[in-house]
């Protein structure tokens, strides 16, 4: 995914993003919140976009959250002014393979239905792994590829026009469990179809 790509494909989504791709992973969004919820501290969300998770964020925890389109980043902070959410302690525009942040800050950080649309995702995991806390929680939910069947066969075909649509149909789980700092705690499909999947990573203790 080229990040011009990104940034045109997510001007042009920004007015409708909520009632579309918004309303479809609303249920992965809600499973990611509803477990950092269980969580003390820190949370970083990557790929904040328009701000759908932040009014369900409990009182207590600390958000920040970043996005490389400053149209979604608007949007975001449009519904913390208008709901006066103070959990949100800042909202930022940033580069996920470049995260403005030093190591180990976040005892928590969220990419919900991110690693798809960014472009180079192994350095955002690699980024992801380096601010998260030893022993912190990174939750994922994404749509990842499938290996046979009739939406296979459709992830394949709407691959080539990646830029056009915002993401890779085809995006292979592979992807984001190859960063070594990081540990599959929790993985499991949601619904409809199973079309999403859920990712709870735990960050290694330091030695």
């Known amino acids: 995914m080229d990040i011009k790509a990104v940034q045109t494909s997510y001007a042009r989504w920004a007015p409708v993003y909520d009632k579309t791709f918004g309303a479809i992973t609303n249920v992965g969004r809600q499973r990611a919140v509803d477990y950092i919820n269980t969580r003390p501290g820190t949370v970083l969300e990557v790929g904040v976009g328009t701000g759908l998770s932040l009014e369900h964020y409990r009182t207590g925890?600390?958000?920040?959250?970043?996005?490389?389109?400053e149209e979604m980043l608007q949007k975001a902070r449009d519904k913390v002014q208008a709901l006066s959410l103070q959990t949100v302690t800042a909202l930022q525009q940033m580069d996920a393979r470049t995260l403005d942040f030093p190591d180990n800050q976040f005892d928590t950080i969220a990419a919900m239905h991110v690693l798809s649309v960014v472009p180079e995702p192994t350095k955002v995991m690699a980024e992801i792994a380096r601010v998260c806390k030893p022993g912190g929680k990174v939750v994922i939910t994404n749509h990842f590829q499938r290996q046979r069947g009739i939406l296979a066969f459709l992830e394949r075909a709407f691959a080539p026009i990646a830029n056009t649509i915002g993401w890779h149909s085809d995006f292979a789980i592979e992807t984001v469990l190859q960063e070594p700092a990081l540990s599959v705690e929790e993985q499991s499909v949601l619904p409809p179809l199973g079309l999403m999947t859920f990712l709870v990573l735990r960050k290694a203790e330091i030695a």
């Open 61 to 69: 925890l600390q958000v920040t959250g970043i996005d490389f389109s």
